[in-house]
Structure formats: structure tokens, C-alpha cells
């Protein structure tokens, strides 16, 4: 499992709880990647278990991987919780020759 991206979501977005702690496979037409969920632990959840994620808040900041919100959530729904940040890993996908910035090898952010 190759870490390529801790992605913080520019608004967070709410999840049911058993979602977390588990990795997605997922892509976009020949891009493929895993998304691996943080785990669920309070007060604001923690990084997933994937080598190479660790992140180093700023003096007294923490760093939110998922926080609970007072929200109505139907009870269907419940537990619930708020997703702000996720690692992709195993980046899969085409390369070309002419665009040498563009492939699986490139930051995601680039791609």
C-alpha cells in the first residue's frame, strides 16, 4: 500500500459510522485508487492504519479526521459522523509519453 494523497474534503461530509476504519477501491475511467477511511475514535477520529500517514499539527492544533456535530440525523442514519479528511493509496493508471507530469507516478493533485 503506497500512500499518495492525505485529502482534506473542502467541506465535510456526513457518513454513517460503520463506514470508517475501511478501505474503498474507486477511480475514474482508467484512474483507479483506494480510498482508506479514518477510524472513528473521539474526540476528532484518527488517521487510518497505512504506512506513511502522520501528519504534524501545529502547536496546540488538532488535527480532525472526523468530529461529531450537533445535527439532526434520522434515526435510520445513526450513528453518524462528520468525514473531513481521507488517504489515497494505490494509484493506478495510464501514463503518456508526451505528458510526462500526467500518470499514477504524478501527485494526485496534479492528475
Known sequence: MEVKAIFELPVHIWVMCDA??????TGYDKLRF???MPDGRPPVGGAPPAPGVELRPKVGEQVVWVKEYGAFIPESLRPATALH???VTDVEGPSYDHKSWFGSAAPIGDI
Do not use: E, Q
Open 34 to 36: 483506494n480510498v482508506v
Open 20 to 25: 470508517l476504519d475501511a478501505t474503498y477501491p
Open 85 to 87: 479528511r481521507v488517504v
